[in-house]
Nanobody, 121 residues
Framework: QVRLVESGGGLVQPGGSLRLSCVASGSIFTIYDMGWYRQTPGKQRELVASIGAGRSTNYADFVKGRFTISRDNAKKTMSLQMNSLETEDTAVYYC???????????????WGQGTQVTVSS
């Protein structure tokens, strides 16, 4: 089993910054794509940013130039630096990882439990 744990959420004023972190643990052989998603009540979960094992990145248009995703493969961690936060960024942010638990084993998708980010004055 694989566990993803997010941290770093909280309350911040508009224009402020937060840094989210995600730590993976458990039966991990290889972590492939990782990503941050967010969800607000009544809306579907949406991609914020993703990063491949080779560190290629992809960002949603609404965060380009404000958020930066990164990962440390050796430490099995991923981060999201969020700058110039807006009230519209308020959401629960989830960490996602595609993981294989052994050589040749099936790649499975795992999710963290989410961390609340609230942007408000």
């Amino acid at each position: 089993q694989v566990r993803l744990v997010e941290s770093g959420g909280g309350l911040v004023q508009p224009g402020g910054s937060l840094r989210l972190s995600c730590v993976a643990s458990g039966s991990i052989f290889t972590i492939y794509d990782m990503g941050w998603y967010r969800q607000t009540p009544g809306k579907q979960r949406e991609l914020v940013a993703s990063i491949g094992a080779g560190r290629s990145t992809n960002y949603a248009d609404f965060v380009k130039g404000r958020f930066t995703i990164s990962r440390d493969n050796a430490k099995k961690t991923m981060s999201l630096q969020m700058n110039s936060l807006e009230t519209e960024d308020t959401a629960v942010y989830y960490c996602k990882a595609d993981v294989s638990s052994g050589l040749g084993s099936t790649i499975r998708t795992y999710w963290g439990q989410g961390t609340q980010v609230t942007v408000s004055s």
